[in-house]
């Protein structure tokens, strides 16, 4: 059954899914040239190609790339030196943030719902700089809410509270067409062509059938031409593994179909080989498309796979575009 929180201040559960002080010590690594101003110096970010170049500093090994390292300090001193990067200004991050029922399950500490408004939190708090934006698209069952990209933390905050106070929407008319993970990517896409950052927060479960095609692929591999992706996954540990305890009635969180399930050994043994298929094949695509994937679940720390992501992409900075690479697993 869906996951249902005990009713609380919205204001204490954001401070708790949002802890702006932890998540502003974290980086995430754009590396593909961005349009906008340079205002005077301000360490971007993320440092990319076609930057402008800062003062030289001492060579970290494992850290920094030696595609940076500047020859002629470096002969004067006898020590490597790099120089560091001033990244372009005004970064424009649009997130398209899933809503749709199956987000509203969980079984853990958190539904998956406040975990997608967490991973919005961790790239909004880190990509708010002086004239950097931020804007969302909302995608529930009847369609796609488009809020406005705005600066500043108190917008930032604001859209925040609204995902928090969206109420869990009831499954979509099945005679109507249902929204799709595919066309929230291609309505984020023809929307917004200003090059930036782009985030896709889902579960990535709108799979039609097993073994079938995903059809957001196409849709996210145009978007990653011209944009920087992140791709982030949120899975429930119900979700990759079903126990043996015989007959029961599941819910269908997007239809509201039940039915009933004899949960024996060998349909949980089909299921969890099911359920592991289908994450090897999403990450397999978002390899595919070159967005860069970080997998974030409902019973672990999210603030923990997050840093060791931002580490990792802050070595592989300048030194890879389009390389996926996958939040820690258990």
Request: charged letters at 25%; a positive charge.
């Amino acid at each position: 059954m869906p996951y249902r929180p005990h009713r609380q201040h919205h204001g204490d559960r954001l401070t708790r899914l949002a802890p702006e002080r932890t998540l502003r010590r974290l980086e995430l690594s754009v590396t593909r040239r961005l349009d906008g101003l340079l205002n005077g110096e301000h360490l971007g970010l993320l440092p990319g190609p076609g930057t402008e170049l800062a003062e030289a500093r001492a060579y970290q090994p494992g850290e920094d790339d030696v595609r940076h390292m500047d020859w002629a300090v470096t002969a004067r001193t006898t020590q490597p030196h790099v120089r560091d990067l001033v990244a372009d200004h005004e970064l424009e991050t649009w997130a398209l943030i899933d809503l749709t029922p199956s987000m509203d399950y969980g079984t853990a500490a958190l539904p998956k719902r406040d975990l997608a408004v967490a991973a919005l939190a961790a790239v909004g708090f880190l990509t708010v700089r002086l004239g950097d934006r931020t804007g969302a698209y909302l995608m529930h069952p009847g369609g796609l809410r488009r809020w406005p990209a705005r600066t500043g933390k108190a917008a930032m905050y604001a859209l925040l509270q609204t995902l928090l106070d969206t109420p869990a929407q009831p499954p979509a008319d099945p005679r109507a067409r249902p929204v799709t993970l595919a066309d929230g990517i291609a309505s984020l896409g023809r929307g917004q062509t200003r090059r930036g950052l782009r985030v896709v927060i889902s579960d990535f479960l709108d799979q039609p059938a097993p073994g079938a095609p995903l059809a957001w692929e196409r849709p996210l591999r145009r978007l990653t031409r011209r944009h920087q992706v992140l791709a982030v996954e949120i899975i429930d540990p119900r979700e990759l593994a079903l126990p043996d305890i015989g007959l029961v009635h599941m819910a269908d969180p997007e239809t509201g179909h039940v039915h009933e399930i004899a949960l024996n050994r060998r349909t949980a043994a089909a299921y969890n080989a099911a359920a592991t298929a289908h994450r090897h094949a999403v990450a397999a695509a978002l390899r595919r498309c070159g967005a860069h994937h970080l997998q974030l679940r409902t019973d672990r720390d999210w603030i923990t796979d997050i840093a060791r992501f931002a580490l990792r992409q802050r070595r592989t900075a300048g030194r890879t575009t389009g390389r996926t690479t996958t939040g820690a697993r258990p």
